[in-house]
């Protein structure tokens, strides 16, 4: 019996089989929760349908998060299909391509809104929504987020902004649902090589840097982040909420230059 068992959990975000959704989808139904997808547009549909059957599922629902009528008509389809809900994963963000380019002095007005509007708002808008079909449930909502939120990743421009304000959101919405028993935390991972990570400037360079620096030496998997989701979603975590938890290796404390082995080899020459 899963960890997860009997639980409902609703999952957005999944473009294909490389999506950070797609690991934590896979974990949830390992530990038997009962999954739901959402899709962004036409598009996708036909790829999230093939995703959603290979988890034992049929529910999928089309959810474009800048239009608010999309996201109640989400949350009522959901209660139609299930009435209950437990746990909600948030893998949405989105910047256009054109963002990533130069610095973010060159970040343009209209491509900062669209950042906040679907990396952040998003967040907030489907929370509130979704929370009814949490009620009595001790829900728990994930976010996914990046260290580009607490330092200067170049060319991650406006995202790294829009990643600090849903790292602030979580915080807020923490204090806001705890008074009817639910909790939300974000996962901060490590470079994964996903559809939407292209979009960014050198990023392979990005992530031969982050796999040499950090204290493993090896990169971040979605199975990684996929088992930090179950942990945070089940009873286990159940006292921790508004929390930023780094799944990157251990990146993330690093100062100067990484393994020892790196350190003598580029300082001292050994």
Same mark, same amino acid.
């Given at each position: 019996m899963g960890?997860l068992?009997?639980?409902?959990?609703l999952i957005?975000g999944?473009?294909?089989?490389?999506?950070i959704a797609y690991?934590?989808?896979k974990?949830?139904?390992?530990?038997?929760?009962e999954l739901?997808f959402?899709?962004?547009?036409?598009?996708?549909?036909?790829?999230?349908?093939?995703?959603?059957l290979?988890?034992?599922?049929?529910?999928?629902?089309?959810?474009?998060v800048?239009?608010?009528q999309h996201v109640?008509?989400?949350? *009522?389809? $959901?209660s139609s299909?299930?009435? +209950?809900?437990?746990i /909600?994963?948030?893998? !949405?963000?989105?910047?256009?391509r054109e963002e990533?380019?130069?610095?973010?002095i060159?970040?343009?007005r209209e491509?900062?809104?669209?950042?906040?509007?679907i990396s952040?708002y998003s967040?907030i808008?489907?929370?509130?929504?979704?929370?009814?079909?949490?009620?009595?449930?001790?829900?728990?909502?994930?976010?996914?987020?990046?260290?580009?939120?607490?330092k200067?990743?170049p060319?991650?421009?406006?995202?790294?902004?829009a990643?600090a304000?849903?790292?602030?959101?979580?915080?807020?919405?923490a204090y806001?649902?705890?008074?009817?028993?639910?909790?939300?935390?974000?996962i901060?991972?490590?470079?994964?090589?996903?559809?939407?990570?292209y979009?960014?400037?050198?990023? *392979?360079? $990005?992530?031969?840097h982050?796999? +040499?620096?950090?204290? /493993?030496?090896?990169? !971040?998997?979605i199975?990684?982040?996929?088992?930090?989701?179950?942990f945070?979603?089940?009873d286990?975590?159940?006292?921790i909420?508004?929390?930023v938890?780094h799944?990157d290796?251990?990146y993330h404390?690093m100062?100067?230059?990484g393994?020892?082995?790196?350190?003598?080899?580029?300082?001292?020459?050994?």
């Open positions: 960890i068992e009997g639980k409902k959990a957005t999944i473009a294909n089989e490389k999506s690991g934590i989808a974990a949830f139904y390992r530990e038997g929760a739901a959402t899709y962004a547009n036409e598009k996708l549909k036909s790829r999230v349908k093939e995703i959603a290979e988890f034992g599922s049929e529910l999928i629902f089309e959810c474009d800048s239009k608010d109640k008509d989400l949350a *009522h389809a $959901l299909a299930w009435g +209950k809900l437990d /909600f994963v948030h893998s !949405i963000a989105f910047a256009p990533f380019k130069g610095g973010v060159d970040t343009s491509g900062f809104k669209i950042a906040m509007d952040v967040l808008a489907l929370t509130r929504e979704l929370l009814p079909l949490m009620e009595g449930r001790n829900g728990s909502i994930i976010t996914l987020t990046y260290y580009g939120a607490e200067v990743v060319h991650y421009n406006v995202m790294g902004i990643k304000a849903l790292e602030s959101t979580v915080r807020y919405l806001d649902i705890a008074k009817y028993g639910h909790r939300i935390n974000a901060s991972a490590g470079p994964v090589k996903t559809l939407a990570a979009s960014i400037t050198g990023f *392979h360079l $990005l992530m031969e982050t796999t +040499k620096v950090n204290p /493993f030496g090896r990169a !971040i998997t199975e990684d982040v996929g088992d930090t989701a179950v945070l979603c089940s286990w975590a159940r006292a909420t508004g929390e938890l799944v290796n251990g404390i100062g100067v230059f393994r020892e082995e790196d350190i003598k080899k580029e300082v001292f020459g050994e």
